[in-house]
């Protein structure tokens, strides 16, 4: 009987540890993707950030060709 006991208590603390770990992971999941999105929101930024740049530049240098032109 005292080896049915030991073996269930046993059983019990592992099944106890699963659900911590499951409830774990869990967490740990909801941050990765929170800062998952963070980091593709600040790319997406910078993207854009970039695309504008390099607009201005375009422009700039569209405009000073035309303008030679008319030189």
Partial sequence: MYCD???WQKKMRIQ???WYQRGRNK???QE???LTATV???QALEREENIRCNDD???RTSATFIQSCWR
């Fill in 5 to 7: 006991e030991v073996l």
């Fill in 16 to 18: 106890k540890e699963r």
């Fill in 27 to 29: 967490e740990i999941k």
């Fill in 32 to 34: 990765l993707d929170v």
């Fill in 40 to 42: 593709n929101a600040q």
């Fill in 57 to 59: 530049i375009l422009n």
